[in-house]
Antibody
Framework: EGQLVESGGGLVQPGRSLRLSCTTS????????MSWVRQAPGKGLEWVGF??????????DYAPSVEGRFSISRDDSKSIAYLQMNSLKTEDTAVYYC????????????????WGQGTLVTVSS | DIEMTQSPSSLSASVGDRVTITCRAS??????LNWYQQKPGKAPKLLIY???SLQSGVPSRFSGSGSGTDFTLTISSLHPEDFATYYC?????????FGHGTRLEIK
């Protein structure tokens, strides 16, 4: 089944950076795309982006709202995915969920059968 | 971007009721439509993928249908644990997009 545990959230000032980690277990991490989805307080779900497996050269795709500011990476040796968030804005305040797809392959990051518990990022001065 | 429109935004129903939630895509997405359930303070849970496939462990009272631009999630007989918020999500193209959610409340 697997497990995902996010960490690294907290309070950060606008314009600063923060890196989230997603520590995984229980599945073949290297075979799957890893994705991030966020949820602002009291709001709906918003896809942030994903990184494909090394089989697909670890290609990445991002939501327009974070393109150029956020970057997803992975360390297959540690089974950890990262979300580097730069130039943070108040509207980036949200719970950030790490997710994985149900299958390996090119479309592995396109929907999500396993979610972490989320980590709250608050961007405020 | 593909916009996903859910209706209704909220719904009151009773235990035992049959409930249908609809999701419309702004352009065709074939059958690349997924449904999630989220309870307060918890991560979302995948219920249905690719329009009509039931995720492992999800009760058979949940079902999905549709194709192209119009999709539905049906709960055949509501159980107390089904009161939650439901989201549709298209997995046809990036950027991946979600509906705004349907809050299912107890009448």
């Amino acid at each position: 089944e697997g497990q995902l545990v996010e960490s690294g959230g907290g309070l950060v000032q606008p314009g600063r950076s923060l890196r989230l980690s997603c520590t995984t277990s229980g599945f073949a991490f290297g075979d799957y795309a890893m994705s991030w989805v966020r949820q602002a307080p009291g709001k709906g779900l918003e896809w942030v982006g994903f990184i494909r497996s090394k089989t697909y050269v670890g290609t990445r795709d991002y939501a327009p709202s974070v393109e150029g500011r956020f970057s997803i990476s992975r360390d297959d040796s540690k089974s950890i995915a990262y979300l580097q968030m730069n130039s943070l804005k108040t509207e980036d305040t949200a719970v950030y969920y790490c997710t994985k797809g149900p299958s390996s392959g090119w479309y592995s990051g396109y929907y999500f059968d396993l979610w972490g518990q989320g980590t709250l990022v608050t961007v405020s001065s | 971007d593909i916009e996903m429109t859910q209706s209704p935004s909220s719904l009151s129903a009773s235990v035992g009721d049959r409930v249908t939630i609809t999701c419309r895509a702004s352009q065709t997405i074939d059958t690349s439509l997924n449904w999630y359930q989220q309870k307060p303070g918890k991560a979302p849970k995948l219920l249905i993928y690719e329009t009509s496939s039931l995720q492992s462990g999800v009760p058979s009272r949940f079902s999905g249908s549709g194709s192209g631009t119009d999709f539905t999630l049906t709960i055949s007989s509501l159980h107390p644990e089904d009161f939650a918020t439901y989201y549709c999500q298209q997995s046809h193209t990036t950027p991946i997009t979600f509906g705004h959610g349907t809050r299912l409340e107890i009448k």
